[in-house]
């Protein structure tokens, strides 16, 4: 380990500080991370500078931070929370995935994705008993080109119309409205799910505390999450947003892409694209997921 070159770090502030602070990250080993926190010094330093950041308020920020690590864990994710509702998370999606032209484009993750979701088959339920009226999903998965990508994986989850995930009710012990399944050999999936609701991001926590402060709404347009992953393809991140939904401009994480948007058809009765006989209430959407090669 290489010793730090004796700088004299006395009597510093303002400018000066904001100097030394930058200098001591001088040697590290790694050269992105010496670029990430000398930049981030320097726009910290400056943010401080700017709001003339009392301390009161500095201690506010460090107990924010404190109790969005606390409320996290394996089922909620509030760090991601904070960073969907300051806009960063879109920010990063948009630096970080931009497909080529006709490719689907990505939005945020979310705070609810779990690992090891339950495997389907095509035309399956995928609700598996979330309470909800039946939806019926179906679309195809292409390449830029338009070549259908068989065998690629969809990983797929949503709230139920209480507007709830599946992780968020402390009883439930199976899931519910998520799972993956794979494309065909034509590259067609469908499912049944349940249909989807706008619904309010979780307010219990820091991030539901800073909204309420800042008199911004919590509420997020009714979609379906998609991850489909595919050899050699780039991930796709992305949802399915119901075009009638009313909150689709005021979207608390700022997630939604007009290219995203799809039409949910309702139906009474009837018989569904998978020849089920249907009885009462249903909807039904199509919606092609187009992903870019590596």
């Excluded at 700088?7 to 000066?16: K, M, S, T, Y």
């Amino acid at each position: 380990m290489t010793d730090q070159p004796a700088v004299e770090r006395r009597n510093l502030a303002d400018a000066d500080l904001t100097r030394a602070v930058e200098e001591s990250f001088e040697n590290t080993p790694d050269p992105r991370l010496r670029e990430v926190m000398q930049s981030l010094v320097r726009h910290l330093h400056a943010f401080a500078s700017d709001v003339e950041l009392t301390e009161e308020e500095w201690f506010r920020a460090i107990d924010f931070l404190t109790r969005t690590g606390h409320i996290t864990d394996d089922k909620r994710q509030e760090f991601v929370l904070a960073s969907d509702v300051l806009g960063l998370s879109m920010l990063v999606i948009g630096i970080n995935h931009r497909h080529p032209s006709g490719a689907t484009e990505s939005t945020v993750f979310g705070p609810f994705f779990v690992d090891g979701s339950p495997g389907f088959e095509n035309g399956d339920d995928l609700g598996n008993g979330a309470p909800g009226s039946p939806c019926f999903v179906s679309g195809v998965v292409r390449s830029v080109d338009g070549e259908p990508v068989p065998g690629a994986r969809l990983e797929i989850w949503q709230a139920d119309e209480a507007g709830l995930y599946d992780v968020q009710y402390a009883d439930l012990d199976e899931p519910r409205g998520r799972g993956h399944l794979l494309s065909d050999d034509e590259g067609r999936y469908w499912f049944w799910t349940v249909h989807p609701v706008a619904y309010p991001i979780p307010t219990d926590g820091p991030v539901g505390e800073l909204l309420a402060a800042t008199n911004r709404s919590p509420m997020r347009p009714a979609h379906i999450h998609f991850m489909v992953t595919a050899p050699g393809y780039q991930t796709l991140t992305t949802h399915v947003f119901d075009v009638d939904d009313q909150y689709l401009d005021t979207d608390a994480v700022f997630g939604v892409r007009s290219s995203l948007l799809a039409t949910f058809e309702r139906h009474d009765g009837g018989t569904a694209p998978d020849g089920r006989a249907m009885e009462g209430e249903w909807s039904s959407t199509a919606f092609d997921l187009v992903i870019a090669r590596d």
